[in-house]
């Protein structure tokens, strides 16, 4: 299954790079236009870093509310990319040259991964009681980063069986946490060592280009060039992250569908 979800995950992407940026790319442009527009504006305002109360560590109420509009478009975008990526690897359904939907799929969608969120928080939050206590108790403030890596071993496979709900509801065939956790029997590990594999090679090449970047900011017109070229590339490599991960997603409920329809066309014999 390791394989399966790996080879169909790559050909996926690289073999339709066209439709790749279809999806994401109007999305990634809004985003990109809108947090420069939160810069120019909050950015330009004189006493904006502080409150009324002279305090530089809290926060102002413009640049909260232009964090907390960045993060509602994220999740938006997050759905509708997903949603359009997932109707097409199992579907066919080729998005627009402008990809910009948002209607009642998305929302259900962003529902889904809500629930599924605190679903972890609520999995994590006595883990993180508990290696929190025994750090206390043993002096050891290493201890708990070291239990809560432990925990998440083991728990991060069951967690995201849960997240085949979202393919499921991005083609309108919505299924339960239950279901979609007991549709992933086995898939669990397959899904994360596939995902290293795939993202592993990229995340070294976009901490080169961040490398590259630093180097390059010594000033003058080239270096601005330089950057400018290294920007372009990262946001691709975004690009390619993003619907690697869906398609990690999206590969793993093909493989479940499959299983379920097979078992459903030769039930188990009755010894009876």
């Known amino acids: 299954m390791f394989r399966r979800i790996l080879n169909d995950s790559f050909s996926l992407v690289f073999g339709n790079l066209e439709t790749v940026f279809k999806v994401c790319g109007a999305w990634f442009v809004l985003q990109f236009v809108l947090l420069l527009l939160v810069q120019a504006m909050v950015g330009g305002m004189p006493g904006e870093t502080a409150t009324a109360t002279g305090d530089p560590m809290q926060v102002s109420p413009a640049r909260m509310l232009a964090s907390l509009l960045m993060m509602a478009v994220g999740i938006v975008a997050a759905a509708s990319i997903s949603v359009a990526w997932h109707r097409f690897g199992l579907l066919g359904e080729r998005p627009g040259f402008i990809h910009l939907q ?14 599924i969120a605190l679903v972890a928080f609520l999995v994590f939050l006595p883990i993180s009681i508990v290696a929190a206590l025994l750090s206390a108790a043993t002096q050891s403030p290493v201890l708990i980063v070291i239990l809560v890596l432990i925990a998440a071993v083991f728990v991060t496979p069951h967690m995201l069986r849960l997240y085949l709900v ?10 339960g946490l239950k279901e979609a956790y007991r549709l ?35 000033g003058g017109l080239l270096a601005l060039l330089i950057m400018i070229k290294l920007a372009l590339l990262n946001v691709l490599l975004q690009i ?19 299983r379920q329809h097979a078992y459903i066309q030769t039930p188990p014999s009755n010894p009876d």
């Open 240 to 258: 390619i992250l993003t619907v690697l991960g869906i398609s990690v997603i999206t590969a793993a409920y093909r493989i479940a569908i499959e």
């Open 102 to 115: 948002l209607g009642a799929i998305e929302g259900r969608f962003i529902v889904k991964t809500l629930l």
């Open 166 to 175: 979202l393919p499921a509801v991005s083609v309108e065939r919505p299924i």
């Open 184 to 218: 992933g029997q086995g898939l669990g590990w397959p899904m994360i060592g596939a995902g290293i594999v795939l993202f592993f090679p990229f995340i070294l090449v976009a901490v080169l280009l961040q490398y590259l970047s630093v180097l390059a900011g010594s």
